[in-house]
């Protein structure tokens, strides 16, 4: 079980800037990185203007899709706020500008206390704590063998571009790609979900979580047929529950969007599970709520 403080934090107002420097969100759940802008139009400041009102745009529903549940609060936030409200700075990673075009990657950072008081004043629940670390384990297992690590194997690349690209409150690990993981950690241990190989890759991500998220393909005739479980385990090995159990799924050779599916499936219960848990509800806002095992009084 995971034991959670949840607790208001409001900070400082600032006025609204944009800057060259290192910094970044006090808050990182509040802010969205490296929005990429590539924009032409009739005059370079034109592009550079229209380009960074569209990056701040995409920016700000990152955020409103990481802490809403709802797509429905999504859209009425979006609609009844500007993103001007709660911008807190702009930090420019990079930037070009060109005759009649703008290229630049850029952070944003959105002011914390002023969307909790916007999202409160809504009336709406909303969830900004982080998970602990889970380390996110692919295996693939088909008549070959079984793998762990074969980037050409859909469901094990798909995992890692899954992990790289995530942008909600989970926080996901993988183990990096390394002749030395590769021979310590093989995909028929990760398969039999053995604890001492499993403890040991948490420990390596420093995660305090492992999800192994294993698929086995099987033949009926010439028909496909694969089998997905998702089991989460504590960070000695040991088994929490099951995410998911589904067998018979059939993709094709080239379509694995069956697949695409399950995997979509298995991190939206994940992040659904972990949202829940952790909602903050606008009625009640401003108490701090400590769950702790105690022996005594």
């Known amino acids: 079980n995971w034991f959670v403080i949840m607790a208001m934090i409001c900070l400082t107002a600032t006025n609204p800037a944009i800057a060259k420097m290192a910094n970044?969100?006090?808050?990182?759940?509040?802010?969205?990185?490296?929005?990429?802008?590539?924009?032409?139009?009739?005059?370079?400041?034109?592009?550079?203007k229209t380009g960074v009102d569209a990056a701040?745009?995409?920016?700000?529903?990152?955020?409103?899709?990481r802490v809403l549940l709802s797509s429905v609060d999504q859209d009425e936030f979006a609609a009844a706020h500007s993103y001007d409200e709660f911008t807190d700075f702009v930090h420019i990673i990079e930037e070009k500008n060109l005759e009649k075009r703008y290229i630049a990657r850029l952070d944003f950072c959105f002011d914390a206390e002023?969307?909790?008081?916007?999202m409160q004043n809504a009336g709406l629940?909303?969830?900004?704590?982080?998970?602990?670390?889970?380390?996110?384990?692919?295996?693939?297992?088909?008549?070959d063998g079984v793998s762990a690590w074969l980037k050409n194997k859909n469901w094990i690349a798909s995992w890692h571009d899954a992990v790289d690209h995530y942008l909600g409150l989970v926080s996901l690990?993988?183990?990096?790609?390394?002749?030395?993981?590769?021979?310590?950690?093989?995909?028929?241990?990760?398969?039999?979900?053995d604890p001492i190989k499993l403890a040991a890759?948490?420990?390596?991500?420093?995660?305090?979580?492992?999800?192994?998220?294993?698929?086995?393909?099987?033949?009926?005739?010439?028909?496909?047929?694969?089998?997905?479980?998702?089991?989460?385990f504590d960070k000695t090995g040991q088994p929490i529950t099951t995410i998911l159990s589904q067998s018979d799924i059939i993709p094709s050779k080239t379509d694995f969007e069956p697949l695409d599916a399950i995997r979509?499936?298995?991190?939206?219960?994940?992040?659904?599970?972990?949202?829940?848990?952790?909602?903050?509800?606008?009625?009640?806002?401003?108490?701090?709520l400590v769950e702790v095992p105690v022996t005594s009084v």
């Open 24 to 48: 970044r969100c006090d808050e990182p759940v509040f802010g969205a990185v490296s929005i990429a802008i590539d924009k032409v139009a009739a005059t370079a400041a034109e592009a550079q």
């Open 56 to 65: 701040a745009q995409t920016a700000f529903r990152q955020v409103l899709r």
């Open 114 to 118: 002023r969307m909790r008081t916007a």
């Open 125 to 143: 629940q909303w969830a900004e704590l982080q998970s602990p670390p889970i380390l996110l384990l692919p295996v693939w297992k088909d008549p």
């Open 173 to 193: 690990r993988r183990l990096p790609h390394s002749l030395t993981n590769e021979r310590r950690f093989r995909g028929t241990d990760i398969l039999a979900s």
């Open 201 to 232: 890759a948490a420990r390596i991500a420093e995660a305090e979580q492992v999800l192994v998220a294993a698929a086995e393909l099987d033949y009926e005739g010439s028909i496909r047929i694969v089998d997905v479980e998702a089991r989460m």
């Open 264 to 288: 979509q499936t298995i991190l939206g219960r994940i992040e659904g599970s972990w949202r829940n848990a952790n909602l903050i509800n606008s009625n009640t806002a401003g108490y701090l």
